[in-house]
């Protein structure tokens, strides 16, 4: 093929409008037919006429139909009475009045009905609501009603519910619906869809453990979830299982799934050994098995061996031709390893076999040109694709990335004012080349304000086949984060996440954004999303996000966030524990002071004196008591102390002196020393609260201490003991009063 001179931006799109007008062209009509069902369409080869007397004996031939089909007149306002229960339930709160309503409009209920209005409601919870509400009603349900439900509830990924009402369906039908594992097929696939393939698992060993024997069907939906997951040895275990433990036969979909997930798994001979036992089991490979042997083969770079099974595909099989999907896998063989010749070879093979090339096909082939930066040969290539292809959003993002990469900024603005002219769709895809060429240039206001217009479009929330990279707004996120706009940033991010897409990087910077704008909630927020999603935040998130949080006194969110830095396997420094440390004692968090100072103990993080005291003195305060001597314990048994004294003094203050009692005892069984006053003190409260035998207790442990450190409140113990007729300890304390009297 000759090389062709360079053609500018202007004249690519000139080729492209031209291409675009004239598959326009075919479809010009002097009037609409979008709106005639397909039987009828083909029934105009003329501007249709209408004249007054033709419009009488249309209307009798049609009061003639409707008396003709009955059936279908009934069928006709079962769908409207459906259309309106619908409509009454998508707008209006559940409650008694709805279902009266619901009553008066439905009553009595069809199966068809039935089924209508179910599959017009929106939201599964009132699809719930109204399945009940149909059984209670006195409609009977059957296996399908059941298994719609059950599909409406997973496909919503309301899974827990979908479990629930899966195993409820015995009870709830009068065990007139057995369980097969139809149903439990479709909760398997919802799972896996979800990305839970644990749960998927676990149902399938319930059906198992219920007597539900797994179908075919079964194993090809675990199949094809563990394969997506790159969980090669429960595929094969699982294969086993399905040949031998319960004698599932293969069919051709078992074996395709099988295929293409070894191949995506770059187990190539694994797949060429799978494609070899299809014959065992009596199972033709069809054109979608020999495409996907392609496509691996492509896949691990072995593009030539790909082409030589197409060949002898040609050869051996008449039934089977190879189609666009073949050939096109194929050219994005070529194409990735750079081989663009060869890949134009199979281009004009393709065409030369009366085989026309779609979209695709061109895409495919445009971006190879352009990755070889051979730009000069796509204006050929869309020629030869032919009036059949149109360039699409595809093809124009390719060349404006292919332009952007080589540096050629002006040239991918052309292209994506040409969209617009040429009302060629705009994606995300779209503007996320453009607005990380402009940041790159520095354009920034230029990027942001295309930023504004992809927000407001919503954009990012179509649901077309374009999946966001959030990587390539990260330059602008960034940009805006330094500025002061993170609100901006982080609205626009949260678009990207309703799409199932994430990144890091992005992460940290909007961490950092609200951080430094001092909306430390927010940041936290964040965090708790990142985290979700398996990111490692950095050790500076952490602590920027801990120290704001003290400074905004959020305690409990910068205690969450200690923790949550701790299970992601970093060390705070000490000052970070004892700085959530005093901001929850001086909250009164006293469960939340009480775990920190655990984990501080467990970590080895040294406290210091006061704060212990005061995380003890919290817990006395909300007569946490056995959890104020556990922490004491912990505290004494690694060689810590608390302020005795300070903490006794306390309890006296707040008139808990049992407390004060067993808190001196602890202190003189850890060899603490303690003002004697404080002794006089507790014990003489306790005797006049009625407590002396718990007076005695203490003064009995100060003499096994110190038997010469006298008490003023000794007399007072023992008249206490007395009056409540403890005179054996009264007789003890006697003796020691005479004692004391004597060594005097």
């Known amino acids: 093929m000759p090389t062709l001179p360079s053609r500018s931006a202007g004249e690519t799109t000139k080729l492209l409008s031209k291409n675009i007008k004239t598959h326009l062209s075919k479809f010009k009509l002097p009037y609409s037919t979008s709106l005639f069902p397909s039987n009828l369409k083909n029934a105009f080869s003329k501007t249709p006429t209408t004249t007054a007397s033709a419009a009488p004996a249309a209307a009798v031939k049609t009061i003639q139909i409707e008396e003709d089909n009955p059936s279908q007149n009934s069928n006709c306002n079962k769908s409207k009475k459906a259309i309106a229960a619908a409509k009454l339930i998508n707008t209006k709160p559940w409650a008694a009045p709805l279902e009266s309503r619901l009553s008066t409009a439905l009553t009595p209920l069809s199966q068809t009905a039935f089924f209508q209005t179910l599959r017009r409601i929106k939201t599964p919870s009132n699809a719930f609501r109204f399945f009940n509400w149909a059984q209670s009603s006195g409609f009977t349900h059957n296996h399908?009603?059941?298994?719609?439900?059950?599909?409406?509830?997973?496909?919503?990924?309301?899974?827990?519910?979908?479990?629930?009402?899966?195993?409820?369906?015995?009870?709830?039908?009068?065990?007139?619906?057995?369980?097969?594992?139809?149903?439990?097929?479709?909760?398997?696939?919802?799972?896996?869809?979800?990305?839970?393939?644990?749960?998927?698992?676990?149902?399938?060993?319930?059906?198992?453990?219920?007597?539900?024997?797994?179908?075919?069907v079964t194993f090809n939906s675990l199949f094809s979830i563990l394969l997506k997951r790159g969980r090669m040895g429960m595929v094969y275990e699982l294969y086993n299982e399905m040949l031998k433990t319960y004698g599932a036969k293969p069919d051709s979909y078992t074996f395709n799934v099988l295929i293409r997930g070894l191949c995506m798994n770059s187990s190539v001979d694994e797949a060429f050994r799978m494609f070899k036992e299809m014959e065992k089991f009596d199972c033709k490979p069809d054109l979608i098995t020999y495409n996907t042997v392609v496509d691996g083969l492509c896949r691990t770079g072995k593009v030539s061996i790909a082409r030589n099974v197409v060949k002898g595909l040609l050869k051996k099989c008449e039934d089977l031709r190879p189609n666009v999907v073949t050939y096109t896998t194929l050219i994005r063989g070529y194409c990735g390893k750079r081989e663009i010749e060869e890949a134009l070879d199979v281009f004009r093979?393709?065409?030369?076999?009366?085989?026309?090339?779609?979209?695709?096909?061109?895409?495919?082939?445009?971006?190879?040109?352009?990755?070889?930066?051979?730009?000069?040969?796509?204006?050929?290539?869309?020629?030869?694709?032919?009036?059949?292809?149109?360039?699409?959003?595809?093809?124009?993002?390719?060349?404006?990335?292919?332009h952007c990469n080589s540096g050629n900024l002006e040239e991918a603005l052309i292209f994506f004012e040409k969209m617009k002219e040429m009302n060629v769709k705009r994606d995300s895809a779209t503007y996320s080349v453009i607005i990380r060429a402009l940041c790159e240039k520095g354009n920034f206001e230029k990027a942001e304000e295309l930023l504004d217009e992809l927000f407001g479009e919503e954009i990012l929330l179509r649901g077309d086949n374009c999946t966001p990279i959030i990587a390539a707004y990260n330059p602008i996120f960034n940009y805006l984060c330094t500025n002061g706009k993170t609100e901006k940033a982080e609205r626009v991010f949260r678009q990207l996440m309703k799409r199932g897409t994430h990144d890091p990087i992005a992460f940290e910077t909007l961490i950092f954004g609200q951080?430094?704008?001092?909306?430390?909630?927010?940041?936290?927020?964040?965090?708790?999303?990142?985290?979700?999603?398996?990111?490692?935040?950095?050790?500076?998130?952490?602590?920027?996000?801990?120290?704001?949080?003290?400074?905004?006194?959020?305690a409990n969110l910068a205690h969450d966030t200690l923790e949550k830095m701790l299970r992601s396997k970093y060390i705070p420094r000490a000052s970070k524990f004892h700085g959530v440390l005093m901001e929850l004692v001086e909250k009164e968090y006293a469960k939340e002071s009480a775990d920190l100072m655990g984990l501080m103990l467990e970590k080895e993080i040294r406290p210091n004196v006061n704060l212990s005291t005061d995380v003890v003195r919290v817990l006395f305060k909300n007569c946490m008591n056995d959890k104020a001597f556990e922490i004491l314990t912990s505290l004494y048994g690694n060689s810590y102390v608390v302020n005795m004294e300070e903490l006794v003094s306390f309890l006296c203050g707040e008139g808990k002196f049992l407390e004060a009692g067993e808190v001196l005892v602890f202190g003189l069984k850890n060899d603490q020393i303690v003002d004697l006053g404080l002794f006089d003190r507790v014990v003489t409260?306790?005797?006049?609260?009625?407590?002396?035998?718990?007076?005695?207790?203490?003064y009995y442990e100060l003499l096994e201490k110190d038997a010469r450190h006298p008490l003023g409140c000794v007399e007072d113990l023992r008249n206490a003991l007395v009056d409540q007729g403890k005179l054996t300890e009264a007789d003890f304390v006697a003796k020691r009063m005479t004692s004391n009297f004597v060594a005097v």
């Open 144 to 216: 399908h009603s059941y298994f719609i439900m059950l599909q409406i509830l997973g496909r919503a990924r309301h899974l827990n519910p979908a479990r629930n009402f899966l195993f409820s369906i015995p009870k709830k039908s009068n065990n007139t619906v057995p369980l097969t594992d139809k149903f439990f097929n479709s909760l398997i696939r919802s799972y896996g869809d979800a990305g839970l393939y644990q749960e998927s698992l676990k149902i399938f060993q319930v059906m198992k453990s219920m007597a539900v024997s797994p179908s075919t």
């Open 349 to 402: 093979e393709m065409i030369g076999g009366g085989i026309t090339p779609n979209e695709i096909t061109c895409n495919t082939l445009v971006q190879g040109l352009c990755e070889s930066r051979k730009f000069d040969m796509i204006k050929e290539v869309l020629r030869e694709c032919g009036e059949t292809v149109v360039p699409d959003t595809c093809t124009f993002n390719t060349m404006m990335n292919a």
């Open 515 to 554: 951080c430094n704008e001092g909306n430390f909630q927010d940041a936290h927020k964040l965090l708790i999303l990142m985290l979700r999603r398996d990111f490692l935040p950095s050790v500076k998130i952490y602590e920027s996000l801990i120290d704001g949080l003290l400074k905004k006194k959020e």
């Open 685 to 698: 409260s306790l005797c006049k609260g009625g407590m002396a035998l718990e007076g005695f207790r203490v």
